[in-house]
């Protein structure tokens, strides 16, 4: 599986747009972008996932990049429940397990 | 509501004690995983499941056993032999299926102490 790499940690105004970027060079064709997130000491969450189109949830949108090497977790509105650290990964659809780095830490203030 | 349960949440064992973690789903998903967190880093995949009696081994496995004698429980044995079980440990489950085989629903987790 590709590798991911992401900034230990970012900072964002409650109410203000969270764009928490991920790269990932090495993506071959058939790989999808996934995106996690953990809040203290509980277990991860699904938020997104997508191969090539930029998609849109209810949660987020993830933005990515032509060449698919890199793309972009949007919390259009963040709130200080979003305070989490969110998980990069990329991996086969039918792959048998998901390998998580250590992600980037998002601290949403007031 | 459907989801899983990890009992106990916390847990403390004193050395050379074996301990089992539980893990039940009542969403019917077919596969089943433990994960393994330390503080401030990620998850490590220690055993999955694709299907009742079945499981693979993870990147971690050494020093743990699992069954899966039903598909809604997947049971993780910490034994003597792990060398440094004092972890947050996390079950998850997905469909299986290939549309949704990496859409893990993730329970709350159990925290392992051991003394």
């Known amino acids: 599986d590709a590798k991911t790499t992401q900034p230990p940690s970012m900072d964002c105004a409650e109410g203000r747009a969270a764009n928490l970027p991920c790269n990932h060079s090495?993506?071959?064709?058939?790989?999808?972008v996934y995106w996690y997130r953990q809040i203290h000491s509980q277990g991860p969450q699904y938020i997104i996932h997508?191969?090539?189109n930029n998609e849109t949830n209810e949660m987020a949108s993830l933005i990515i990049t032509e060449d698919r090497k890199s793309s972009t977790l949007i919390l259009p509105h963040a709130t200080l429940r979003d305070t989490a650290v969110y998980y990069c990964?990329?991996?086969?659809?039918?792959?048998?397990?998901?390998?998580f780095g250590t992600g980037t830490r998002l601290q949403v203030f007031p | 509501d459907g989801g899983i349960t990890q009992s106990p949440k916390y847990l403390f064992r004193k050395e050379g004690q074996n301990v089992t973690l539980s893990c039940e789903q009542n969403?019917?998903?077919?596969?089943m995983y433990w994960y393994r967190q330390d503080p401030g880093q990620g998850l490590r995949l220690i055993y999955y499941?694709?299907?009742?009696?079945?499981?693979q081994k993870g990147d971690i496995a050494e020093g743990y056993s699992v069954s899966r004698e039903k598909k809604e429980s997947f049971p993780l044995t910490v034994t003597s032999a792990q060398k440094n079980p004092t972890a947050f440990y996390l079950c998850?489950?997905?469909?299986?299926?290939?549309?949704?085989?990496?859409?893990?629903?993730f329970g709350a987790g159990s925290r392992l102490t051991v003394l």
């Open positions: 499941s694709q299907i009742v009696n079945d499981f």
């Open positions: 990964i990329v991996s086969l659809m039918n792959t048998d397990k998901l390998i």
């Open positions: 090495t993506i071959s064709g058939n790989e999808y």
């Open positions: 998850a489950s997905s469909i299986g299926e290939m549309a949704g085989a990496n859409v893990l629903t």
């Open positions: 969403l019917n998903h077919d596969a």
């Open positions: 997508g191969l090539k």
